[in-house]
C-alpha cells in the first residue's frame, strides 16, 4: 500500500488559501467598480444625496407646522402634485 506524501496536501492547502485570497481582492475589486459606476449615473441623474432630501423633509414638516399654528390650528392644504415627465399622457396616436 503506498502512503500519501503529507506534503502534498499541504502544497493544495496553500493553493485553495491563495486561490481564495485571489477570489477575495477580485470580489472587493469588483464591488468598487460597481459603486463607483452607481455613483457615476447618480450623479448624471443629479439625485439628491439621501442626508440632503431627509434634511429638506424636516424643513418643510416644519414649516407645515408654522403655516397650521399661523392659520389658526387649520391643517393646510395638501401641495397640488405636479406633472412629471412620467406622469404626463401622451395623446393616442391616430391610424
Do not use: C, Y
Not at 440632503?52 to 387649520?74: M, P, T
Not at 402634485?81 to 393616442?92: F, L, Q
Amino acid at each position: 500500500m503506498i502512503k500519501p506524501d503529507p506534503k502534498i496536501f499541504d502544497d493544495l492547502s496553500r493553493m485553495a488559501g491563495g486561490a481564495m485570497h485571489l477570489f477575495s481582492g477580485v470580489r472587493e475589486q469588483i464591488m468598487n467598480d460597481v459603486k463607483a459606476r452607481f455613483d457615476e449615473m447618480a450623479n448624471r441623474m443629479d439625485l439628491v444625496p439621501r442626508e440632503d432630501f431627509d434634511r429638506l423633509e424636516a424643513q418643510v414638516k416644519e414649516l407645515q407646522k408654522k403655516l397650521e399654528a399661523l392659520s389658526g390650528g387649520k391643517k393646510a392644504p395638501a401641495p397640488k402634485k405636479v406633472a412629471t415627465k412620467a406622469t404626463k399622457k401622451k395623446p393616442a396616436k391616430k391610424k
